[in-house]
């Protein structure tokens, strides 16, 4: 596609439920990254896929928090028994391999409310 | 772990003002991207700096990368309207090539 898709765009979910936000990334792109920005605050990193290679799931929270990705394509971030300190927006971006040339591009985001 | 601070966490100016940003690593950087988000939308790259002492120009920003690659600045001149948003700095997390340790960033509004 003409850029990184993710859905749902919002997600409200009860405490202790679970959720299952989905990313679409550029294709071509085989890097992909999932980002957390809580309310006002800064991008803070989740994990990293590039390829088939193993991912980099140093930022993942807390064993409640996985990700998923089918080669290069799709991929999922799921959070189990949601708490209402995960409501943030999920941002997940796409990149070529170097992505220090040309940067990461973004998706527009899922915000997500754990009532 | 390494960390890249940003100043001023808010600017608000009046339009045809300048406005700068200021972003510290804690560690040297192999390089630096500086990324837009506007109110409600998603963060967009702007440019990365490489070399140190590094200085790139789109129309009215101008960014700087320092000499010893730890700090780098934004600067807007003349800021518009179009300008307000949220700029953040990052720089590679941990001698990766991948992973990008963000800045808080500095919001930026622009009085009309």
């Known amino acids: 596609g003409a850029g990184v898709s993710q859905s749902p765009s919002n997600k409200v979910t009860e405490k202790g439920k679970d959720v299952e936000l989905r990313c679409d990334p550029i294709s071509g792109h085989t890097a992909l990254y999932w980002y957390r920005q809580r309310l006002g605050q800064g991008l803070e990193f989740l994990i990293y896929f590039q390829g088939n290679s193993a991912p980099d799931k140093s930022g993942l929270p807390s064993d409640r928090f996985s990700a998923e990705r089918t080669g290069e394509s799709v991929s999922t971030l799921t959070i189990q028994r949601t708490q209402q300190e995960d409501s943030a927006v999920y941002l997940c971006a796409s990149s070529t391999r170097d992505s220090l040339k040309y940067g990461y591009t973004f998706g527009s985001g899922t915000r997500l409310t754990v009532v | 772990g390494q960390q890249v601070m940003q100043i001023p966490q808010y600017q608000h100016v009046q339009e045809g003002e300048d406005f700068t940003t200021y972003c510290n690593s804690s560690t040297t950087l192999s390089n630096i991207q500086w990324y837009k988000q506007r109110p409600g939308g998603h963060p967009v790259f702007l440019i990365q700096?490489?070399?140190?002492?590094e200085v790139k120009k789109q129309k009215r920003l101008t960014f700087q990368f320092g000499e010893a690659k730890k700090n780098s600045s934004l600067h807007i001149t003349a800021t518009q309207t179009t300008d307000v948003g949220t700029y953040f700095c990052a720089g590679p997390s941990g001698g990766s090539n991948y992973k990008l340790t963000f800045g808080k960033g500095t919001l930026l509004t622009v009085n009309p």
């Open positions: 700096l490489v070399k140190s002492g």
